[in-house]
């Protein structure tokens, strides 16, 4: 038979830990997002699905249509297309289309990009009931992005800054 005192010792040190844990974690600084109203501002590396580049001179794609970025993705899930218009040096893309259900997000069509024209965006919460959700026409999207940039430039949610290495992160 055990000794009721001692046991009885050993269940108040554990309540006193459990509660010394429990107000440790009440006065931490919270770290929960209120998700539609705010959302995490994305590190410099992240690699959302790949962008259109806004030219500022022209106010449309920086995109010259020279495909490079076509032969260079293994997962061959680029399409692009262009037209060169009379009295003009260059191509004007027309058509630039991404199959993201089979982009490996690898970079190797950034890299192949001589004019700089395409980039990895931050969106990170993409979601779709259906698999043609995930066929971009980023021309398309990039037109409706400026668009909307300049009828409500405040729409934004407030990005979070990503904790830095100074404050202690939750266990």
Excluded: W
Aim: glycine share 6%.
């Amino acid at each position: 038979m055990k000794n009721p005192l001692k046991e009885v010792a050993t269940g108040l040190g554990s309540l006193f830990i459990g509660m010394r844990l429990t107000l440790d974690q009440f006065f931490r600084k919270d770290v929960t997002v209120q998700y539609p109203h705010q959302s995490l501002e994305m590190p410099p590396r992240f690699r959302g699905h790949i962008e259109l580049v806004l030219d500022e001179e022209t106010g449309k794609a920086a995109c010259i249509a020279c495909k490079l970025c076509e032969k260079a993705c293994p997962s061959d899930c680029i399409a692009v297309e262009g037209v060169k218009p009379e009295g003009r040096g260059k191509k004007v893309v027309t058509e630039y289309k991404l199959d993201f259900t089979r982009c490996s997000l690898c970079a190797a069509c950034v890299e192949a990009c001589k004019s700089e024209a395409i980039r990895f965006s931050k969106e990170y919460n993409l979601a779709g009931r259906n698999k043609e959700e995930f066929f971009m026409d980023l021309l398309k999207r990039l037109e409706d992005k400026s668009k909307k940039e300049a009828s409500q430039p405040d729409a934004a949610p407030t990005p979070i800054p990503p904790a830095t290495a100074t404050e202690e992160a939750p266990p």
